[in-house]
Antibody, heavy 125, light 107 residues
C-alpha cells in the first residue's frame, strides 16, 4: 500500500523555523516527483513546493520562494520541507503528496495522486 | 500564474441528483486539469486527471470533460458519501494552481 506520513509540525513564533518530514512507503520513491501543499484554516489548497525524483529541479511559488527549501533523501524514502522566516500567513495544514506520473522530466508535475494525512503548522507569538 | 475559478462556490443537492461544477482557467491549459475531492478533516483525493480520465478505484458516477479554458465535473447520481469540497487544479504551467473549491452538501 502506498503511504505518506508527515511529521514535524507544531507551534513556532513568527520569524522562526521548522522542518517537516514525510516518510514514504509502498512505491519506488526515487521515480516520482514529490510536492508539498498547504491549506490554511477554512481556506483552499495551495501548492508550495515540488522536487523531481532525482532531487534536482525544485520549484517554489513566489509566496514561499527564498524562505522554504524542499529536499529529499532517496536512500531513506523521505521528503523534507525546511521552512524559515515563518509568518502568520504560513499557518496551515501541510500535506506531502506524490506526483501522478513516474519518471517525469525535470520541472514537469502532473498533479498528486497520493497524499499524506497532513501536519499542522501554527505560526503565532 | 494561471488563475482558476469555480462555480458555484457552494451548492445543495439531494440523493440521486445530477450535480455539475464548472472550472475556468485564465488561459488555455489544454486538458491539463485534475479534480480532487476533500472531505472535512481529510486529505484531498484525486478523482479525475487529464480533464476526463477517472482515477483507478473512483466510482463511475464521477466524470469530467472540457479542454482549453472551460471544464466541467459531474456526479451523475449524488450519494451521501459524496458530500465534500471539490477542487480543480491545472498543471499546464508552474506554479500548479487550484480553484477556490466548491462545497457540496445535502439538501
Amino acid at each position: 500500500e502506498v503511504q505518506l506520513l508527515e511529521s514535524g509540525g507544531g507551534l513556532v513564533q513568527p520569524g522562526g523555523s521548522l522542518r517537516l518530514s514525510c516518510a514514504a512507503s509502498g512505491f519506488t520513491f526515487s521515480s516520482y516527483a514529490m510536492s508539498w501543499a498547504r491549506q490554511a484554516p477554512g481556506k483552499g489548497l495551495e501548492w508550495v513546493s515540488a522536487i523531481g525524483g532525482s532531487a534536482g529541479s525544485a520549484y517554489y511559488p513566489d509566496s514561499v520562494k527564498g524562505r522554504f527549501t524542499i529536499s529529499r533523501d532517496n536512500s531513506k524514502n523521505t521528503l523534507y520541507l525546511q521552512m524559515n522566516s515563518l509568518r502568520a500567513e504560513d499557518t496551515a495544514v501541510y500535506y506531502c503528496a506524490k506526483d501522478r506520473r513516474q519518471l517525469a522530466p525535470p520541472y514537469y508535475y502532473y498533479g498528486m495522486d497520493v497524499w499524506g494525512q497532513g501536519t499542522t503548522v501554527t505560526v503565532s507569538s | 500564474d494561471i488563475q482558476m475559478t469555480q462555480s458555484p462556490s457552494s451548492l445543495s443537492a439531494s440523493v440521486g441528483d445530477r450535480v455539475t461544477i464548472t472550472c475556468q482557467a485564465s488561459q488555455d491549459i489544454s486538458n491539463y486539469l485534475n479534480w480532487y475531492q476533500q472531505k472535512p478533516g481529510k486529505a484531498p483525493k484525486l478523482l479525475i486527471y487529464d480533464a476526463s480520465n477517472l482515477e483507478t478505484g473512483v466510482p463511475s458516477r464521477f466524470s469530467g470533460s472540457g479542454s482549453g479554458t472551460d471544464f466541467t465535473f459531474t456526479i451523475s447520481s449524488l450519494q451521501p458519501e459524496d458530500i465534500a469540497t471539490y477542487y480543480c487544479q491545472q498543471y499546464d504551467h508552474l506554479p500548479l494552481t487550484f480553484g477556490p473549491g466548491t462545497k457540496l452538501d445535502m439538501k
